[in-house]
């Protein structure tokens, strides 16, 4: 059994007046093809004017990871990271990261990610922002 | 003269390596990569009579940088080689100007991969398949070709006017057809599965990495005699046969490896082939133990990228073959740094046969979950056939031949339905 934080970003697309992403973190175990356990989940959102560099999306993902009481290896997409090497997104965090590998891991991308779409939508229709 | 003639079809197959690193790359993976493309140039048979290196950003014009390819075509001039083949993918203009200067045939990996797969391919449909990347390969690469070489024949200013482009109008009408017929023997094969799971067959797929021994696993395990060598992608038609695992029917197909970065024309082309694997109920992912565990790992994770998009929840299980080569001791370490990518794990060898009652169990295990029920049959002779379709589906555990029959028995859960649904009118009468 691992500890891994799963991460995963929506809406890094322009919409009106900027791009609104909704990052979601969520703290698991894992065993090699499921997830064990889920422990916690957070999610945060972020409107920027101009389009999100690496440096901004690294930093969205240490803020939501920081929220979560829970220690472990942030695990995202190699998309999420503009498909940067891994030796260069692994140096940029201050915690461990890596690309997903394993069937869990994959398991659980698409867990926050359906987290972090459905977060994001239903923002932007509270919140009545325009998409 | 019977030495010149050797002389001269050894010459034909003689051919350059070449490959472009970037720079700050792991030295040791590179070269890793390298030695796979020395394997995949021995199973197309050919002779590698030098070898090029070169650490730098892709360069649009030749991949590489001038000077080097100047260098290259040196080479070719002093080894008289045919071919030069590339491991980095080329682009049209690329593969135009490197063949302009070095004066030979240029090709990249993935074509020498289809060179590769047209060898071996026997059967009408991988010859098809084979022909489908072949030509999907192509398509993009004709326009430009045609362009490129008739640039001062086209009518027009700078050659910009109309030209008739007939070659890939041809190819793409190639390509129709083919889909077309593939696409019915896809049916065939839908069938055939559904016929397959109806009798009462569970299906198993071997899905692993090029070379890991899927092949002489699947010899040990259902005692067959499938051409084996230590060789990439000897394996390239699915091939099926019936397992025993003590009273269940399985069948268990053997599969095409994977290799690393296969691009997505080339897996869409096999999808017939793949579709064993990702159709299948229990997939069987063999691994070799015993390379490095980083190289393991690499090679797993190419295996779960190839998967994981289309298997949805069928269960995976991860069988380290050619374990006899690895100190008993070493196992644990070797499992306690690539576990968390490697879900239920059994170590075999396949060569020496040992660990198959393991593999056997443990596949048992994650097989869909068969029912235990106890029915009674009339004793007639309707109720008789009925008990021998019963033998034939499932296992059956005791029957006893009383005023009815009663049997206790263990099958997939859809059988037993049916023999429900067949037993019920009789015991309305």
Redesign the interface.
């Known amino acids: 059994m691992?500890d891994i934080i799963a991460v995963d970003i929506s809406g890094r697309h322009r919409i009106k007046g900027g791009y609104y992403m909704v990052c979601a973190a969520a703290a698991l175990t894992?065993?090699?093809?499921y997830i064990e356990k889920v422990k916690q989940i957070k999610i945060l959102p972020l409107w920027l004017k101009r389009a999100p560099s690496l440096l901004d999306i690294v930093q969205l993902i240490e803020d939501t990871a920081d929220q979560l009481s829970f220690e472990g290896t942030i695990v995202a997409e190699k998309g999420d990271m503009y498909n940067k090497p891994s030796?260069m997104t692994e140096s940029m965090f201050s915690r461990a990261f890596k690309y997903q590998?394993?069937?869990?891991e994959?398991r659980s991308i698409e867990l926050v990610h359906h987290i972090s779409l459905s977060a994001r939508n239903l923002l932007i229709n509270e919140l009545q922002i325009e998409a | 003269m019977k030495i010149l003639a050797e002389q001269k079809s050894s010459n034909e197959n003689r051919v350059i390596l070449v490959k472009r690193t970037i720079p700050n790359s792991d030295l040791e993976r590179e070269e890793y990569l390298f030695q796979e493309l020395r394997e995949l140039v021995k199973a197309a048979g050919y002779l590698p009579v030098g070898e090029l290196k070169q650490t730098r950003y892709p360069d649009s014009k030749y991949q590489l940088g001038r000077g080097k390819i100047e260098e290259l075509a040196e080479l070719v001039r002093d080894t008289g080689a045919d071919k030069v083949i590339f491991y980095n993918r080329l682009s049209t203009t690329q593969l135009f100007n490197i063949s302009e200067v070095c004066k030979c045939q240029v090709i990249d990996k993935f074509q020498l991969i289809l060179e590769i797969f047209a060898k071996r391919a026997t059967t009408h449909r991988s010859k098809l398949q084979v022909e489908l990347a072949k030509l999907r390969y192509e398509v993009p690469r004709a326009r430009a070709v045609v362009s490129l070489l008739k640039k001062e024949e086209r009518p027009g200013f700078m050659g910009l006017g109309d030209y008739e482009d007939s070659y890939e109008q041809d190819l793409k009408k190639r390509i129709v057809r083919i889909e077309s017929e593939l696409g019915s023997a896809e049916k065939d094969d839908e069938s055939l599965r559904d016929l397959r799971h109806r009798r009462g067959f569970s299906l198993i797929s071997l899905a692993g990495y090029t070379n890991a021994g899927k092949s002489t696993l699947f010899n040990a395990i259902v005692d067959e005699s499938v051409e084996t060598k230590d060789m990439l992608f000897t394996t390239l038609i699915p091939m099926t046969r019936a397992l025993d695992l003590g009273g269940r029917k399985a069948l268990l197909t053997d599969t095409v490896g994977f290799i690393e970065d296969l691009p997505h024309w080339l897996v869409d082309a096999f999808k017939s082939t793949l579709d064993e694997i990702f159709l299948s109920d229990l997939i069987l992912l063999v691994v070799d133990v015993s390379e490095k565990p980083e190289m393991i790992l690499q090679k797993l994770s190419t295996a779960h990228d190839t998967l994981w998009d289309r298997i949805q929840g069928v269960p995976i299980v991860t069988v380290f073959n050619k374990a006899d080569l690895v100190d008993e001791s070493e196992l644990d370490g070797i499992l306690e740094k690539i576990g968390y990518m490697a879900p239920n794990p059994v170590f075999i060898s396949a060569k020496e046969g040992t660990g198959m009652a393991a593999l056997k169990v443990e596949i048992l295990k994650h097989l869909p979950p068969w029912c235990f029920c106890s029915l009674s049959l009339p004793n007639s002779e309707k109720g008789m056939s009925v008990l021998s379709w019963l033998y034939e589906e499932g296992v059956v555990h005791r029957v006893e031949f009383k005023e009815r029959i009663l049997v206790d028995y263990e099958a997939r859960a859809e059988i037993i339905n049916r023999a429900h649904a067949l037993l019920e009118p009789q015991q309305q009468t």
């Open positions: 691992w894992v065993s090699a093809s030796w590998e394993s069937i869990a994959r």
